[in-house]
T-cell receptor, first 116, second 116 residues
Framework: DARVTQTPRHKVTEMGQEVTMRCQPI?????VFWYRQTMMQGLELLAY????????DSGMPKDRFSAEMPDATLATLKIQPSEPRDSAVYFC??????????????FGPGTRLLVL | AQKVTQAQTEISVVEKEDVTLDCVYE???????LFWYKQPPSGELVFLIR??????QNEISGRYSWNFQKSTSSFNFTITASQVVDSAVYFC?????????????FGKGTHLIIQP
């Protein structure tokens, strides 16, 4: 049963610290998405990659957030420096574009981040 | 710009009742995809269904059914004979291009409570 995995599942940190979240997409999926879920804003798209190339990061605060995909099996989302308003659940999702019926996004379990 | 509206913030019904969750969307594209996801109390996002804009046939999967009407830009979700395990937050989502290979725009979600 293929699944998207995310680490860590929970992270508590202090304001100003660097936070790195990792995602392993489903094998064979060529598109990776990062979403953030908060009570106020709901689910928002932060950035996404296709075939490891960044396609859109317009939803991401550029000054402190960065997303990379060092290889096909790993995507990272980094916050430096973190702020209390970054507290949220961060979801990674993967999908496979390029064919009919293959575009559904499957979500990982999320990283619950609390910045004190 | 695309938009998804789930006007029902919370619905509470007694077990075995039928319940319909509403979803209204806005898009300028003629090709788009609609999705429903379930988020149980454990927090993960579970894919339920994907429907493209050219397929208006209603779909039934067990106790779940979906009614897609382009004329009213709606994609409603009905649970028949609800069960306590159906208690969750349900999200409707829209993708304008690539069938989910591009980012999803989510509604705010409907919190469904099934009382025993």
């Amino acid at each position: 049963d293929a699944r998207v995995t995310q680490t860590p599942r929970h992270k508590v940190t202090e304001m100003g610290q660097e936070v790195t979240m990792r995602c392993q997409p489903i094998l064979g999926h060529n598109t990776v998405f990062w979403y953030r879920q908060t009570m106020m804003q709901g689910l928002e798209l932060l950035a996404y990659f296709r075939n490891r190339a960044p396609l859109d990061d317009s939803g991401m605060p550029k000054d402190r957030f960065s997303a990379e995909m060092p290889d096909a099996t790993l995507a990272t989302l980094k916050i430096q420096p973190s702020e209390p308003r970054d507290s949220a659940v961060y979801f990674c999702a993967s999908g496979r574009s390029g064919g009919v019926g293959q575009e559904t996004q499957y979500f990982g379990p999320g990283t619950r981040l609390l910045v004190l | 710009a695309q938009k998804v509206t789930q006007a029902q913030t919370e619905i509470s019904v007694v077990e075995k009742e039928d319940v319909t969750l509403d979803c209204v969307y806005e898009t300028r594209d003629t090709t788009y995809y609609l999705f429903w996801y379930k988020q149980p109390p454990s927090g993960e996002l579970v894919f339920l269904i994907r429907r493209n804009s050219f397929d208006e046939q209603n779909e039934i999967s067990g106790r779940y059914s979906w009614n897609f009407q382009k004329s009213t830009s709606s994609f409603n979700f009905t649970i028949t004979a609800s069960q306590v395990v159906d208690s969750a937050v349900y999200f409707c989502a829209l993708s304008e291009a690539g069938g989910g290979a591009d980012g999803l725009t989510f509604g705010k979600g409907t919190h469904l409570i099934i009382q025993p």
